[in-house]
């Protein structure tokens, strides 16, 4: 169980498009789900908090208009990257935290964004 | 000073040795622990979460706490190549933290044949 699926898993794009990334819990239902963008041999950085039904919670310095998050079910959350341009690749992962009080969080296989 | 700190390595040892993994963190509001396992280019795996002091133990896989040294660690017994990966602690406050996780850099492990 505890299953995070991520779609699409690559996507290349040409600067100033939108690009839209789509996290799902297969197998449970997720009230909070989180989204970390990840540089090569980094560790993980936290964008934004998304809670079913809620705005996202962005941290500081995160532009939330450009890095646009909706959570419209307890299964599925989105980023959408906004006029990306090339400093906007990198690997972004997902994570959802199950709903029934555990701490746990489990990832998504995580999508890897190109901006020609 | 990182709220947690872990050394990034890289760490290489032989097949079948044991491995150790250590972070340490300095708030005492964390109140759970977490280690995941990242393969390159994939989303992190979950090992092990705790939430006490003292040792949990999976497998070949045991995750150590000591909550009044702020020291965590993970030990890795009879290492394989398949272990090669980055390793990263992750810890978590109590309350109304809403589920923000705090990674360590993550160690680099390679176990060769």
């Not at chain 1, 939108?18 to 996290?23: F, P």
């Not at chain 1, 239902?29 to 919670?57: C, D, H, I, V």
């Not at chain 2, 999976?58 to 965590?72: H, L, P």
């Given at each position: 169980?505890?299953v995070v699926?991520?779609h699409p898993?690559?996507?290349?794009?040409k600067?100033?498009?939108?690009?839209?990334i789509?996290?799902?819990s297969l197998?449970?239902?997720a009230?909070t789900?989180?989204?970390?963008?990840?540089f090569p041999?980094k560790s993980?950085?936290l964008m934004a908090?998304?809670?079913e039904?809620?705005?996202?919670?962005?941290?500081?310095?995160?532009?939330?208009?450009?890095?646009?998050?909706?959570h419209?079910?307890?299964?599925?959350?989105?980023?959408?990257?906004?006029s990306?341009?090339?400093?906007d690749?990198s690997?972004y992962i997902?994570?959802?935290?199950?709903g029934r009080?555990?701490?746990?969080?489990?990832f998504?296989p995580g999508?890897r964004?190109?901006v020609? | 000073?990182k709220?947690?700190?872990?050394?990034?390595?890289p760490l290489s040892?032989?097949?079948?040795a044991?491995?150790s993994?250590?972070c340490t963190?300095?708030?005492?509001?964390?109140?759970y622990?977490?280690?995941?396992?990242?393969?390159?280019?994939k989303?992190p795996e979950?090992?092990?979460y705790?939430?006490?002091?003292?040792?949990?133990?999976?497998?070949?896989?045991?995750a150590q706490v000591?909550?009044s040294?702020k020291?965590?660690?993970?030990?890795?017994?009879?290492?394989?190549p398949?272990?090669?990966?980055?390793y990263?602690?992750?810890?978590l406050?109590?309350?109304t933290?809403y589920?923000?996780?705090?990674?360590?850099q993550?160690t680099i492990?390679?176990?060769?044949?």
């Amino acid at each position: 169980g505890a299953v995070v699926s991520q779609h699409p898993s690559r996507v290349i794009c040409k600067s100033g498009t939108s690009v839209k990334i789509e996290c799902r819990s297969l197998d449970f239902q997720a009230t909070t789900m989180f989204w970390y963008r990840q540089f090569p041999k980094k560790s993980l950085m936290l964008m934004a908090t998304s809670n079913e039904g809620s705005k996202a919670t962005y941290e500081q310095g995160v532009e939330k208009d450009k890095f646009l998050i909706n959570h419209a079910s307890l299964t599925l959350s989105t980023l959408t990257v906004t006029s990306a341009h090339p400093e906007d690749s990198s690997f972004y992962i997902c994570s959802a935290r199950s709903g029934r009080g555990g701490n746990e969080q489990f990832f998504g296989p995580g999508t890897r964004l190109t901006v020609l | 000073q990182k709220e947690v700190e872990q050394d990034p390595g890289p760490l290489s040892v032989p097949e079948g040795a044991i491995v150790s993994l250590n972070c340490t963190y300095s708030n005492s509001a964390f109140q759970y622990f977490m280690w995941y396992r990242q393969y390159s280019r994939k989303g992190p795996e979950l090992l092990m979460y705790t939430y006490s002091s003292g040792n949990k133990e999976d497998g070949r896989f045991t995750a150590q706490v000591d909550k009044s040294s702020k020291y965590i660690s993970l030990f890795i017994r009879d290492s394989q190549p398949s272990d090669s990966a980055t390793y990263l602690c992750a810890v978590l406050a109590g309350g109304t933290s809403y589920g923000k996780l705090t990674f360590g850099q993550g160690t680099i492990l390679t176990v060769h044949p």
